[in-house]
């Protein structure tokens, strides 16, 4: 008994949180288009490391501009001497860290075309970022992998979806950013096309999405058709983010209705997408009037949205990922995944969790193919279009400190001082000075 209590002890002990360390890096991107301008040459991301008094260290990954950090940074110092295991505990910690009004405003929020900014959104993306560390530091220390502390997986492989976007060739003559992988220009149908075979035959992925809101809705449509003849049968998603009329979103679902496996965010709101699931049997999913769980009511009572695509940097990790998909199932609303640029950290914690969901009926989103750079020791893979759920302890990924340093040490170069905080507009203003982000509906 003796014995059992100091073991007991001894572990309760080895996971006070005794450090934690917040490394900004900027990670090239390359110039892909959507209905806010196009991506800067270098996105910013943070690496979350909490260190126990075992000397485990468990890694987070979440939003790199200056307004997380802001939060990040206060929150790490309230979390010494904490229990990396006092998940719960992160949420109060986060409720009294305060927002700086000027930093929250009701425009749409272009990290990740979410929707409109709140403090609570801005808190939830930088807790998700410290409890995916804490999970990952609690495997670690008791030899069990993320997927079994949130109940323990139902499937052995995560399926994902390309994901193509309109692009340009390369980033406006005179800003540099890292090689293109052979990805090349996309800017009609063909090019889309053969964006989705290079998907295919490097990643064997079998669905497709394509980001729109870019060009008029019937050279959109254009492609989706164009897909669609190229990859018979295969599940295909378009997603806007909003930029249509609640007249344009449902012509285009009665002309890609025989084709399209759902329609995302074609318009702006709540209410807009009521309108639009009212007068089409086009399934609609979202990722921006559904966030938080204080929008769930609203959006479920209007039968707004029949698939909510989860993003765990969203509603504040991995645990409340699965709340929410419970709360969907109780509702008869389908489930899957958003991504935003993102490393392969955010991967592994996207595969735990959507391996323990059940009745995960569509393909998860990962932006994940397109950087070319990573802080990992080996890159997550994807095979047959999924990536494997491994049962290594914590999320089965590795720091690399080289890559870390070297990406850390570009944020820290006054040359890309202006990288730090995403801006799809402004990087939009390099090609075309006169550029302004479109109102919306945009069609």
Known sequence: MFAYLVSVLMYGQSLVIADVRLTPVLVADPPLLNTQGV???YTPRLIIEVVTAGGVTGIGETYGDSKYLELARPLAGRLLGRDASDLNGLFTLADD??????????????????????????????????EVACLDALGKTLGLPVHALLGGKVRDAVEYSAYLFYKWAGHPEGVTSEPDQGWGAALDPAGIVAQARLF??????????????????????????????????RPLRLDPNGAWSVETSLKVAAELGDV?????????????????????RVPLATNMCVTTFEEIPE?????????????????GGLRRTRELAAVCRTFGVSV??????????????????????????HACDSHYPWQAEDVLTSRPRFTDGKVA?????????????????????????????AMRERDDAAAMRVADPAWQTPAVPRW
């Open 39 to 41: 991506h800067q040459p």
């Open 97 to 130: 860290v305060s927002v700086d009004a000027a930093r929250v405003d009701d425009s749409v929020d272009v990290g990740g075309l979410r929707g409109v900014q709140t403090a609570d959104k801005l808190r939830l993306s930088v807790v998700s970022g410290f």
């Open 200 to 233: 295919t035959e490097r990643y064997g992925f079998t669905s497709f999405k394509l980001k729109g809101g870019v060009f008029p809705p019937d050279e959109e449509v254009a492609a989706i058709r164009a897909l669609a003849e190229a990859f018979p049968g």
């Open 260 to 280: 399209l496996e759902y329609l995302e965010d074609p318009a702006l709101g709540t209410p807009a997408m009521a309108e639009v699931a009212a007068g089409t």
């Open 299 to 315: 959006a479920f009572a209007k039968r707004a949205v029949q698939v909510v695509l989860s993003d765990h940097h969203y509603w």
């Open 336 to 361: 899957s995944m958003h991504s935003n640029t993102h490393l392969g950290i955010s991967l592994a914690a996207m595969t735990h969790v959507a391996a323990t969901v059940p009745g995960l009926e």
């Open 389 to 417: 759920v491994t049962d290594t302890p914590g999320l089965g990924v590795e720091l690399d400190r080289e890559k870390l340093a070297a990406l850390h040490a570009r944020w820290l170069d006054d040359g890309f001082r």
